[in-house]
């Protein structure tokens, strides 16, 4: 069996760069991997600051809950619900539009006293929930009134 020097060496050079490519490639791939995992990985710390982030300001908004809602300010809220309570129930109390206008009048500035009075900051949620359903009441009843 003869084999030819020039047929071997151009079947082992073939072989060679077969395996050398697929190292290379292989290679290739491992450093794509290692790339996407970094990428990845920024990714997901991205998401953990947005998260931290996130609780930060979740956390400053209670703050800012507990120090609206400390002592003497809480107590002055509750009293300026209680007011827009019964303005909202005089609303209800109208028999006309007329009368309707005017109480709604009257509500709308002290709604601004209180935005000015409070500061345009949320209110605690014990306060929201005391006087939605009032407004909601005095919205109904300028509504039944317009028609």
């Known amino acids: 069996m003869k084999i030819r ?3 071997l060496l151009t079947v082992l050079l073939a ?3 077969l395996t050398a490519t697929t190292a290379c490639s292989k290679k290739d ?12 990985g920024k990714k997901d710390d991205k998401k953990k600051d947005d998260k931290a982030k ?4 979740k956390d400053e908004a209670k703050k800012d809950d507990k120090a609206a809602a400390g002592g003497d300010k809480l107590k002055e809220m509750h009293a300026f619900a209680d007011k827009v309570i019964a303005k ?5 109390a109208c ?6 206008s005017e ?5 709308d500035a002290m709604m601004k006293a209180g935005e000015e009075k409070f500061g345009k ?3 605690p949620a014990e306060i929201i929930s005391k006087l939605m359903p009032a407004m909601k009441a005095a919205g109904q009843c300028m509504q039944k009134l317009s028609k």
Not at 29 to 40: G, Q, R, Y
Not at 54 to 57: A, L, Y
Not at 103 to 107: F, G, L, R, T, V
């Open 95 to 100: 028999k006309d539009k007329a009368c309707a």
């Open 88 to 92: 909202s129930k005089e609303m209800c």
């Open 5 to 7: 020097i020039g047929t």
């Open 29 to 40: 791939d491992d450093k794509k991997n290692t790339a996407k995992k970094k990428v990845d």
């Open 103 to 107: 109480k709604n009048k009257e509500m």
């Open 121 to 123: 900051k949320k209110p």
């Open 15 to 17: 072989c060679f760069a």
């Open 54 to 57: 996130t609780d930060t300001k």
